[in-house]
């Protein structure tokens, strides 16, 4: 859960891509919305320069994208965008059908974890929150660093 003394951590839940099928997007949104986070949810079909501006303009502290036919092969090129906006801090998961051989390529490209069909509740609430504090501590830390 979330501490009272701070504002809900932001999680950006969205789907890059041709891919239409939501359906685990908008539950894993609200697994997240319960335990207490604040939850941007995107419609399916976003472009990746869209989804940055979004993460920006909302200021989020991780982004979760779901991938149910290929679009977790575009993830690579996000995570580069995300990290020329200056967006490093920001955590990334992705979720959905992605077939053992192709995640060590989202890992190396900077994805934190992927969640395959099945994941329980508590397993993503705990891994989101923990990446949204990282998130926060990195924040703070890269402000107080160009601010002393």
Known sequence: ???????PLRV????IGLDGHDRGSRIVAAY???AGMEVIYTPPWQTIPGVVKLAIEEDVDVIGISSLATDHLIVPKMMEALRSAGLNHVGVVVGGIVPEAEQPALAAAG???VFGPGAAREEIVECVTA??????????DDYSEANP
């Open 1 to 7: 859960m979330i501490d009272a003394g701070m504002r």
């Open 12 to 15: 950006l839940v969205t789907k």
């Open 32 to 34: 997240l919305r319960d």
């Open 111 to 113: 994805v934190n974890r």
């Open 131 to 140: 990446l949204g504090q990282k998130s926060r501590a990195e924040r703070v």
